[in-house]
């Protein structure tokens, strides 16, 4: 399984940016896709999920009403749609999907990823 994530780049604030996670080796429409986020010298922290089917999405307070997750199962694509960018916003995005089909445990639960993304740098100038 690989996951291969793009899009990023350097964006001012209120500005927007989408990033990509396109999946392959592996039936991409039964598994959940999380979006996290390393700021410079922070910690790695969700930004949000979807569920395996698209209907559900989770997103962290930090993040809501501001970014938007979605998912092409046909494309085997995955999306994070950021708008009003912040500069605290700044850091390398990672995609990352369910190691178990069907799962439906806390997104917050990083053992349930199985396959993670390279990271696509996201830099937000103020």
């Known amino acids: 399984v690989q996951l291969q994530a793009s899009g990023g780049g350097l964006a001012q604030a209120g500005g927007s940016l989408r990033l990509s996670c396109a999946a392959s080796?592996?039936?991409?429409?039964?598994?959940?896709v999380g979006w996290f986020r390393r700021p410079p010298g922070k910690e790695r922290e969700l930004v949000g999920a979807?569920?395996?089917?698209?209907?559900?999405?989770y997103y962290a307070d930090s993040v809501k009403g501001r970014f938007t997750i979605s998912r092409d199962n046909a494309k085997n694509t995955a999306y994070l749609q950021m708008d009003s960018l912040k500069p605290e916003d700044t850091a390398v995005y990672y995609c990352?999907?369910?190691?178990?089909?069907?799962?439906?445990?806390?997104?917050?639960?990083?053992?349930?990823?199985?396959?993670w993304g390279q990271g696509t740098l996201v830099t937000v100038s103020s």
């Open positions: 990352a999907t369910d190691a178990v089909p069907y799962y439906s445990g806390s997104y917050y639960d990083t053992t349930r990823y199985g396959y």
């Open positions: 080796g592996r039936t991409f429409s039964s598994y959940a």
């Open positions: 979807i569920s395996w089917g698209g209907g559900s999405t």
